[in-house]
């Protein structure tokens, strides 16, 4: 049985979800603000967090910031506002999808679903460390090496990093991106994607690593290539 943390500063909602989230054989955790997510969060291992963004004492990013200083356990956001810099921040300091209220809550644990299946797949499919050359990722933590110097980077900006190198050479489009990065349900346009690419390649070209690059292919889309 998977273990949901839902935090909302409205009851309805939270009563909503709850029953939803039962339904579906998840054991449900509930908070009103920000300070008791923070604390139900540290009782215990979630597999997955549900953060209000309005929500009080903090609100849901400052939530989901201090949650990804230990973890990466998935994060969805809700949020009665659609403002596209607010879905940006929001995935740039972690979270992993977003619901617009008013929402079904079918809706919810539809996406739910569709983000813990990107998770189990991942983590099935990865091996511990990728290696291209100067670059290595620990696939298992997030982490980053360029000639072993670590790389701050975003979770998305990781795994669109993992995705081009672990597949170097071909090209992926702005469209197979966001399906694979943000999924099938993401309600996002093109210009998320280059977006993350224009910022990962800012923090990238901090470190020398003239054996690779992520290379814009016009008219297509964007590849990882073997320099040397």
């Known amino acids: 049985m998977k273990t949901l943390l839902i935090a909302d500063?409205?009851?309805?909602?939270?009563?909503?979800?709850?029953?939803?989230?039962?339904k579906d054989n998840y054991r449900v955790y509930t908070a009103s603000n920000g300070t008791e997510a923070l604390e139900e969060?540290?009782?215990?291992?979630?597999?997955?967090?549900?953060?209000?963004?309005?929500?009080?004492?903090?609100?849901?990013?400052?939530?989901?910031?201090?949650i990804r200083r230990t973890s990466m356990v998935p994060v969805i956001m809700i949020t009665a506002r659609g403002e596209d810099?607010?879905?940006?921040?929001?995935?740039?300091?972690?979270?992993?999808?977003?619901?617009?209220?008013?929402?079904?809550?079918?809706?919810?644990?539809?996406?739910?679903?569709?983000?813990?299946?990107?998770?189990?797949?991942?983590?099935?499919?990865?091996?511990?460390?990728?290696?291209?050359?100067?670059?290595?990722?620990?696939?298992?933590?997030?982490?980053?090496?360029?000639?072993?110097?670590?790389?701050?980077?975003?979770?998305?900006?990781?795994?669109?990093?993992?995705?081009?190198?672990?597949?170097d050479g071909l090209v992926f489009s702005r469209t197979q991106i966001l399906d694979t990065i943000?999924?099938?349900d993401y309600y996002g346009d093109s210009r998320t994607v280059d977006t993350h690419i224009k910022r990962l390649r800012a923090k990238l070209e901090k470190y020398s690593h003239p054996d690779w690059n992520i290379i814009t292919v016009r008219g297509l889309g964007y590849k990882f290539e073997v320099l040397q």
């Open 9 to 22: 500063d409205n009851t309805q909602i939270i009563d909503v979800l709850e029953r939803y989230a039962k």
């Open 41 to 66: 969060f540290k009782k215990r291992n979630y597999d997955m967090v549900l953060l209000d963004v309005m929500m009080p004492e903090p609100d849901g990013f400052e939530v989901c910031r201090q």
């Open 85 to 167: 810099y607010e879905r940006i921040m929001g995935l740039d300091i972690g979270a992993d999808d977003y619901v617009l209220k008013p929402f079904s809550p079918s809706e919810v644990m539809a996406r739910i679903r569709a983000v813990l299946r990107r998770v189990d797949m991942a983590g099935a499919a990865k091996e511990t460390m990728l290696v291209k050359g100067s670059l290595r990722i620990a696939q298992d933590k997030f982490q980053v090496y360029i000639r072993n110097e670590a790389v701050a980077l975003t979770k998305k900006e990781t795994e669109i990093l993992l995705l081009l190198s672990v597949n």
């Open 182 to 184: 943000w999924g099938y």
